[in-house]
């Protein structure tokens, strides 16, 4: 017999070799392993991982995970537990999971900077992402989040945005006809109208033209599937807290999002309608193309790009499905965050009537409609209202990330560790979850100032409104809102025009009021990101008496 031959056992023979001792030694023998893997992962975590103050566990099960979810003002939680713990910190999450948590400008940087590569996706993130738009450029990471990203820039560059200012402007308009229609079939002179869903037509009517040459006519009022699964997300609010702690045991076992679930079940009928709506609109962009050959034009839009990108001589191609993915994630980024912002800023005006009668005496000053380079430049209190919403109420309120190296973090202040002592940078194992409250940065009373939670444009127009602390935090003008590094919203331009195209058309048309009075209560519902909602209101309604401007 040959020394160096090794027998390979059949699945029989295995099977024999265990016995007598049976299946539930081998079980157990699993178990033990397995057991063994997760107490040395720790031993080495606690080695590697500097071990810092924080909260202590309010439940055995989900630490202080539960409270995070069902709070609604997280951001406010984190802020706390800063001014308590430091600028950097620990928090018990679920089943034992410890996460750090970044409240320091110069430790988010380094984060940020390393992102896609050192700080990747968590398993729970990545699987919800491919549920629901796909493998696409929000769900991959290193050089192919590079090569999606490259091949898509273009479709978001000055000139292209520059291009379609009609676009934001037309969406606008047929709002606005429609309200007048609306306004004048009342008995008085103004109308309660739920603006929420007005926000989410103006948005999907504009991803769809500005995207991909297809008006989905929302604004018309055509039914389109794609709101009605959207829709589906807020309209129950009690099963939504169920789902709270479904998502929360899933970020221990992903592997339970295989279990059927009302909101799993949401998520992939959105997928799959997203899905189909993005087959059809790309195999008739292909057919145009070949029949418009040669005339150009179309080669930097959204739609031009993707179907550029399947060449497979071109530099940065994409699979079919990639492409089908990038088309979802659109639909969904552009009907989701825009629409949110949309209806904050509309909340906030109603609170705010001399913000908006301020607001509205610029855009009249002004005369026409100002163009795209007007709108960036010669509109200083629509700029601030606009950031200033986008500050207060980021349509994405928090990060969790994995770390997939080990990996150093320096602080721009010393923090106090779990052993008394001081450290100015702190040491991250392999494995370890770190979050950013993005809502907590943008508010923060310690990065902005006493003010920071109050809605304040004005901060926006002189030198020192906005405090130094404040512009330590890099990102865009210093908000976390669009994030930073390699992961920077691409449509981040696109969607600060189409804010403030629209909103420029309604507020210079028309006057908003809080139905009930300007202290009437909002909070936060759960759609497919937050929203906010009038208390006692269904689904993500937000109803505002809105009238003329005579």
């Known amino acids: 017999m040959n020394i160096f031959t090794i027998p390979v056992l059949s699945p029989s023979s295995l099977w024999t070799t265990v016995h007598p001792g049976g299946a539930f030694n081998v079980a157990c023998s699993f178990a033990a392993l397995w057991a063994l893997v997760k107490v040395l992962r720790m031993l080495r975590w606690r080695m590697k991982t500097t071990q810092l103050l924080g909260p202590p566990r309010t439940s055995l099960i989900y630490g202080v995970s539960r ?10 939680m984190y802020e706390r537990w800063t001014t308590e713990y430091g600028v950097v910190y620990m928090i018990p999450s679920v089943l034992g ?12 940087a380094h984060f940020y900077a390393r992102e896609t590569r050192t700080y990747v996706h968590t398993p729970l993130s990545l699987a919800l992402l491919e549920t629901s738009v796909g493998r696409g450029l929000i769900w991959s990471h290193g050089e192919t989040h590079r090569r999606q990203r490259k091949a898509l820039t273009p479709a978001f560059s000055n000139a292209a945005i520059r291009k379609l200012t009609s676009v934001f402007y037309d969406s606008a308009y047929k709002a606005k006809g429609q309200w007048d229609n609306i306004i004048e079939s009342s008995k008085d002179d103004d109308a309660v109208i739920e603006v929420q869903n007005w926000m989410n037509h103006i948005s999907l009517d504009t991803v769809g033209i500005a995207g991909f040459s297809h008006d989905f006519g929302a604004l018309d009022g055509k039914p389109a599937s794609v709101t009605e699964v959207f829709d ?18 899933a970020s221990a076992f992903p592997t339970i999002l295989k279990i059927p679930s009302k909101r799993q079940n949401l998520f992939l009928k959105l997928s799959a ?22 005339e150009g034009g179309q080669e930097n839009s959204i739609i031009g790009l993707l179907i550029k990108s399947e060449g497979q001589d071109t530099e940065f191609h994409m699979s079919e499905e990639e492409v089908i993915a990038q088309m979802r994630l659109l639909l969904l980024a552009g009907y989701e965050t825009t629409s949110i912002s949309l209806t904050w800023a509309l909340i906030e005006l109603s609170r705010h009537p001399d913000v908006q009668t301020r607001l509205r005496e610029e855009l009249l000053a002004f005369g026409p409609d100002p163009t795209y380079d007007q709108l960036k430049a010669n509109l200083p209190y629509l700029d601030a209202i606009v950031h200033e919403i986008l500050r207060l109420h980021p349509s994405v ?9 080990d990996d ?16 100015d940078s702190i040491s991250i194992a392999k494995g370890t979850l770190i979050t950013i409250s993005i809502g907590g940065i943008n508010r923060s009373s310690t990065i902005w100032g006493p003010d920071a939670k109050e809605f304040k444009p004005d901060r926006w127009l002189t030198e020192d409104g906005i405090s130094g ?9 210093h908000l976390l809102t669009f994030m930073d590094g390699p992961r920077t919203c691409l449509g981040k331009d696109f969607a600060i025009m189409e804010f403030k195209t629209v909103l420029s058309v309604l507020v210079k048309n028309f006057v908003f009021e809080m139905q009930d009075g300007p202290d009437t209560p909002v909070e936060v519902a759960r759609g497919v990101l937050p929203r906010p909602r009038v208390v006692g209101e269904d689904g993500t309604g937000v109803p505002l008496r809105i009238r003329r401007y005579e």
Do not use: W, Y
């Open 67 to 76: 409270d995070l979810a069902i709070s609604q003002d997280s951001a406010a």
């Open 97 to 108: 999971q410890t996460t750090v948590v970044l409240c320091d400008p110069r430790a988010i």
């Open 232 to 249: 589906t997300f807020g309209s129950n609010q009690k099963a939504s807290a169920v789902n709270e702690v479904f998502i929360l045991l």
């Open 273 to 294: 309608t997203m899905g189909q709506i993005s087959n059809e609109l790309l195999i008739r962009s292909r057919r145009e193309k070949d029949v418009n050959i040669g």
């Open 397 to 405: 309120p928090e990060i969790t990330r994995l770390a997939a190296a």
């Open 408 to 423: 150093v973090i320096p602080l721009s202040e010393p923090v106090r560790m779990a052993s008394g002592n001081m450290t």
């Open 469 to 477: 602390k404040a512009k330590e935090v890099q990102g865009h003008r």
